[in-house]
């Protein structure tokens, strides 16, 4: 069974460009999550979907920051325009339908705002 | 709200003594604990975690945590460590009881764990 993938690995953008990170959860899971690693500190919650829809965007820090999962697979998350303290590593989670079950990670998508 | 403690940035311990990397959480009502590792550009590896039941909980490469209410932890050991286990350790909680949010996951600030031959 595949993994949860993020594309790119890297990217390295000026600030005010825009960038789009892309998620591919583990086929049939319905949650899908962004989390943040800033400056090495502790990971943030940014947000949850339930299949297509946003169950929770309670970590979302702007209105620069969007977030879609059409069809209820894949994610993207659209930072547009980026600022230097977007850096970090934003990473993504999936897990099954149900209260107990773990979330399972991607390798996380570095992002660097020069 | 939630939240979690990992009060050791570091833990430095000698390969083949046992090895334990301290959590504290903080939630209204009744946690859901997980121990994640993240190896060098790897992405987070889910380990163990505590929902309901006995309180001492096996996971995965021999780590083992237990669940401690009247002190609100949940550390992580492991009675012989390995170089191999040398990574960077989170811990996380998420509170189910929660009105909103339940399904997050909080996360600690990360301990580094360096195992010396």
Not at chain 2, 43 to 50: A, E, H, I, M, V
Request: aromatic residues 12%; neutral net charge.
């Amino acid at each position: 069974e595949a993994g949860v993938t993020q594309f790119p690995s890297h990217s390295v953008i000026e600030k005010g460009q825009t960038v789009t990170l892309r998620c591919d959860p583990i086929s049939g899971h319905d949650n899908l999550y962004w989390y943040r690693r800033v400056m090495g500190k502790e990971i943030k919650f940014l947000l949850h979907f339930v299949k297509e829809s946003k169950q929770d965007e309670s970590g979302m820090p702007n209105n620069r920051f969007l977030a879609e999962r059409t069809g209820g697979t894949y994610s993207t998350l659209k930072v547009q325009p980026a600022e230097l303290e977007d850096s970090g590593v934003y990473f993504c989670a999936s897990s099954q339908r149900g209260s107990s079950y773990e979330q399972y990670f991607g390798p996380g998508t570095r992002l660097t705002v020069t | 709200a939630q939240s979690v403690a990992q009060p050791e940035d570091q833990v430095n311990v000698a390969e083949g003594n046992p090895l334990t990397v301290k959590c504290t959480y903080s939630v209204s009502g009744n946690p859901y604990l997980f121990w994640y590792v993240q190896y060098p550009n790897r992405g987070l590896q889910f380990l163990l975690k505590y929902i309901t039941g006995d309180n001492l909980v096996k996971g995965s490469y021999g780590f083992e945590a237990e669940f401690n209410k009247s002190q609100t932890s949940f550390h992580l050991k492991k009675p012989s460590a390995l170089v191999s286990d040398s990574a960077l350790y989170f811990c996380a909680v998420r509170d189910p009881e929660a009105n909103t949010g339940f399904q997050k996951l909080v996360f600690g600030t990360g301990t580094r764990l360096l195992v010396s031959p």
